[in-house]
């Protein structure tokens, strides 16, 4: 695992020479910043670690005109180093690096006192002081000044031995094992193709891995790869910078604020939630047209300021931006926003939500409550809300995970603590669980529980409902939902499952004297009707669909019925009749004295029990049931 560090300082405060004089490498890589003497694209040198990693430096441009490669440098580095001229002082592009720095949530770094071999002590005294008030303003109070000159090496060794400290300080560790890369740099090289480099943000890589590009969604395999140019081998992990050679990628297809990721987690939205704050003196206007920073990317954007109105200088407040383009974000990630013309840095913050629908007016209000849930660290709040806003649907604890930028586990957390006052319960949906409200489920069982006394009151004589039928009273819910339900109801003792059929728990499950008492006076009354069949419509529906469901009547076609004491007499009739020989439909007719439809109905029946055995036109007498 690598660390890095990020540069930041006014033009000319000498960070490319501090870079030289630590790395023994020139950042500047292009022929024009040699020409011209200052740095115009991001630089990557490296220095090794006493533990075998590699702290690995990115060096931005210090030039006003070039603040957009500056954001993009230092959007991924795990500290500064603030570079202050001892000649200068404080300078503009001081003040600006800085502020980026805090909104970008970089919460550590060092600062170099250059040129200290150009003035003399009092001169170096009032350049710290004036460095101290820059970094106690903005949130750094106690941040190491190191005097050092890059030409003589005076403090150079106290300014290594420190950021090595810090280095090593570093906790880079990642909880979510899928990978992330932002990229900062696509070039070509002879032989080899298209090479993109970035700094792995989460997971790790290897060669062989397929990665999804975003924005665009294609897949590619890794070919080849470089870790820290070299300096590590195996995995690039989180915080190494590493160089990809991926196959079939087109120059084109790439470019600095493009990423990397693991097929299927990461998104590239054009609208988001966000929680930001303004610097002092820079105020929002509604809908001001901005330059929004994110990662190593930058889109034209429209700010919207979820109250409804202006957001006055130096204020905090949640704020909606509509993208020009999309950008591969996600909850968590910081970022800094620009005005579009001058170009100046106005603010930045903490994407709440990605990928939110527009603000309107009828539903500001709930809005702003998703918000605030997001930005306190309310995850029950939120997850509730949206529970109310889709309760049949329920929510996957992973996917509201991924939405708002939480870990698994902090997700679990949340939803554990739900299902531990009663607000909400997690129903099985196959081999994961879903959360749903408490109210909701409880509704949904009263609807079932009604249905199931209902249905008892009505067919007393039956063992219960079809578990087919369960679906047709709660039709406004998903399958899973249902089995979920009725696997909780079957858990906790409410129903009980008797077959292919659920009843109430206290529902009886043998008949009484009374009711046998009824059955056979039925059956009798069917009996009567003889080889003819009982028609059914002389019967009560509930009760003669009870008596097909416990076996006690058959059915010879729909609305004519009999019982299975007169099949076996029929069964009986033909084994005495026939013996083991063979008998066509017609003798069996006039041995039943029933007509030829009738003889077809029962030929059916007995063939389907097995009393009967079909032989083309011919029959023989098969098994009793007896």
Same mark, same amino acid.
């Given at each position: ?25 020139? *950042? ?19 220095? *090794?670690?006493? +533990? ?67 003035? =003399? ?18 949130? %750094?109070?106690?941040?190491?000044? %190191? ?17 090595? /400290? ?17 990229? =900062? ?18 997971? !790790? ?34 915080? &190494? ?31 988001? +939630? ?30 919207? #300021?979820?109250?409804?109105? @202006? ?21 968590? @990630? ?30 500001? @209000? +709930? ?31 992973? /996917? ?54 209902? %249905? ?35 858990? +906790? ?14 529902? #009886?499950?043998?008949?009484?004297? !009374? ?22 419509? %002389?019967? &009560?529906?509930?009760?003669? &669909? ?81």
């Amino acid at each position: 695992m690598g660390v890095v560090a990020g540069t930041a300082g006014h033009v000319d405060h000498g960070k490319s020479s501090l870079m030289r004089r630590l790395t023994g490498v020139d *950042p500047d890589r292009l022929e024009e910043e040699k020409l011209r003497g200052i740095t115009i694209e991001l630089g990557y040198v490296f220095m *090794p670690l006493p +533990d075998g990693g590699v702290l690995a430096f990115i060096d931005v441009p210090g030039h006003e005109r070039f603040v957009r490669q500056m954001v993009a440098g230092v959007a991924t580095v795990d500290f500064f180093l603030l570079v202050v001229a001892a000649d200068e002082g404080v300078m503009p592009q001081t003040r600006e690096h800085l502020d980026i720095l805090r909104l970008l949530g970089v919460k550590r770094g060092l600062v170099a006192l250059t040129k200290c071999d150009l003035v =003399d002590a009092d001169l170096q005294d009032l350049a710290e002081a004036e460095i101290e008030e820059l970094l106690a303003a903005g949130g %750094y109070a106690g941040s190491r000044i %190191y005097r050092v000159s890059s030409l003589t090496g005076a403090g150079m060794e106290e300014l290594r031995s420190a950021l090595i /400290e810090m280095a090593v300080l570093t906790d880079r560790s990642s909880t979510d094992g899928r990978f992330r890369l932002s990229i =900062d740099r696509v070039f070509t090289l002879q032989g080899h193709g298209t090479i993109v480099a970035g700094t792995v943000l989460a997971g !790790a890589v290897n060669q062989g891995d397929t990665l999804e590009l975003l924005p665009g969604g294609r897949q590619f395999r890794v070919r080849e790869m470089r870790v820290n140019e070299g300096r590590t081998r195996g995995a690039g992990t989180s915080g &190494d910078r590493v160089a990809l050679n991926l196959v079939g990628l087109e120059r084109e297809e790439a470019h600095r604020g493009s990423c990397l990721a693991t097929p299927g987690w990461l998104s590239a939205p054009t609208a988001l +939630d966000t929680e930001m704050t303004l610097l002092p003196g820079c105020p929002l206007r509604m809908r001001q047209r901005v330059r929004f920073h994110c990662g190593t990317a930058e889109v034209m954007a429209r700010a919207i #300021p979820m109250e409804g109105s @202006d957001l006055a200088p130096g204020e905090t407040g949640y704020v909606h931006f509509q993208l020009e383009e999309p950008v591969v974000s996600m909850p968590g @990630d910081r970022f800094v926003i620009r005005r579009f013309s001058p170009v100046t840095t106005i603010g930045g913050g903490v994407i709440l939500e990605s990928d939110t629908a527009k603000v309107r007016l009828r539903n500001r @209000d +709930d809005r702003i409550r998703r918000v605030e849930m997001l930005a306190g660290g309310d995850l029950g709040g939120f997850l509730m809300e949206r529970l109310k806003a889709r309760p049949s649907g329920g929510l996957s604890i992973s /996917e509201a995970a991924r939405e708002v930028g939480r870990t698994p586990e902090e997700m679990n957390e949340a939803a554990a603590a739900l299902v531990s006052s009663g607000a909400a319960l997690l129903v099985k949906d196959g081999s994961s669980e879903r959360l749903v409200p408490m109210e909701h489920f409880q509704t949904a069982s009263g609807t079932i529980v009604s249905a199931l006394r209902a %249905y008892h009151a009505e067919r007393p004589l039956s063992r219960g409902l079809p578990t087919a039928s369960v679906p047709k009273v709660l039709t406004w819910l998903p399958q899973w939902y249902v089995k979920g339900l009725m696997a909780k109801l079957s858990e +906790d003792g409410t129903i009980v499952k008797v077959g292919e059929r659920v009843a109430l728990s206290g529902h #009886p499950a043998e008949l009484t004297a !009374a009711q046998l008492e009824e059955i056979e006076t039925r059956l009798s009354e069917i009996d009567s009707a003889g080889f003819a069949g009982f028609e059914a419509a %002389y019967m &009560d529906a509930a009760v003669l &669909d009870s008596l097909l469901e416990r076996g006690l009547v058959l059915e010879l076609e729909k609305g004519i019925v009999c019982t299975p004491a007169m099949a076996r007499k029929a069964h009986g009739l033909l084994a005495e009749r026939f013996g083991d020989g063979e008998f066509r439909l017609g003798e069996m007719r006039e041995l039943m004295g029933i007509s030829r439809r009738t003889a077809v109905l029962w030929a059916g029946l007995l063939d389907g029990m097995g009393m009967t055995v079909r032989n083309g036109e011919l029959r023989t007498v098969g098994r009793s049931e007896e």
